[in-house]
């Protein structure tokens, strides 16, 4: 399994970014898929959850501000981030997990500074 993450940048407050997740070796429209966010300073977080079917959960923190999507076509998942705000600064990982293991991507750079 190996999943790919992309979309990283510095931006300013206000702005927006969208990450990408390429996933390969699953079938990937059979597996939930998540975000997770994590600084030197906090417990890695999780950010948002897509499902097989579609359904969506985030955490409270980015409620109307983050969008996950997923296209199967692609076998890739997307994070939307509107309206970021400096503590939204973090590496972002892209997870899925099965009976055989946790994967996880090597992370994407999210800088939110002016």
């Known amino acids: 399994v190996q999943l790919v993450e992309s979309g990283g940048a510095l931006v300013q407050p206000g702005g927006s970014l969208r990450l990408s997740c390429a996933a390969s070796?699953?079938?990937?429209?059979?597996?939930?898929m998540h975000w997770y966010r994590q600084t030197p300073v906090k417990e890695r977080e999780l950010v948002a959850t897509i499902t097989s079917g579609g359904s969506t959960n985030y955490a409270d923190s980015v409620k109307g501000r983050f969008t996950i999507s997923r296209d199967n076509s692609k076998n890739t998942v997307f994070l939307q981030m509107n309206s970021l705000k400096p503590e939204d600064t973090a590496v972002y990982y892209c997870?899925?997990?099965?009976?055989?293991?946790?994967?996880w991507g090597q992370g994407t750079q999210v800088t939110v500074s002016s």
């Open positions: 070796g699953i079938v990937f429209s059979t597996y939930t």
């Open positions: 997870n899925t997990r099965d009976w055989y293991g946790d994967y």
